[in-house]
Nanobody
Framework: VQLQASGGGLVQAGGSLRLSCAASGGTFSNYGTGWFRQSPGKERELVAH????????SYAVSVAGRFAISRDNAKNTVYLQMNSLKPEDTAVYYCAAARATFYDVTQAHNYADWGQGTQVTVSS
């Protein structure tokens, strides 16, 4: 499946952004989907994950309570609503799709398909 991430930008601390990940070329409801982020000098880390049906979600501790992941399988799109943004949220954000049924959602190598990334910059 091909993924296209969008919605990044520059926002002040305390502001909000909504990222979108549009899928094509496959049955999107067959894939669990994660949002990862990577900033310079740091490893790529999982931010949030949602299962195929959109029923089960999980979050990194650093974003729990501020970010919300959701999906609309009819539109082949996954969203990441980011509220109360902090400067430390600055990173390139990637969406990724996993084909396996059972996997460690935190491990990037378990995701076969990746979007191109969208830059999120939070100013203090």
């Amino acid at each position: 499946v091909q993924l296209q991430a969008s919605g990044g930008g520059l926002v002040q601390a305390g502001g909000s952004l909504r990222l979108s990940c549009a899928a094509s070329g496959g049955t999107f409801s067959n894939y669990g989907t994660g949002w990862f982020r990577q900033s310079p000098g740091k490893e790529r880390e999982l931010v949030a994950h949602i299962d195929r049906a959109g029923v089960s979600t999980s979050y990194a501790v650093s974003v729990a309570g501020r970010f919300a992941i959701s999906r609309d399988n009819a539109k082949n799109t996954v969203y990441l609503q980011m509220n109360s943004l902090k400067p430390e949220d600055t990173a390139v954000y990637y969406c990724a799709a996993a084909r396996a049924t059972f996997y460690d959602v935190t491990q990037a190598h378990n995701y076969a398909d990746w979007g191109q990334g969208t830059q999120v910059t939070v100013s203090s």
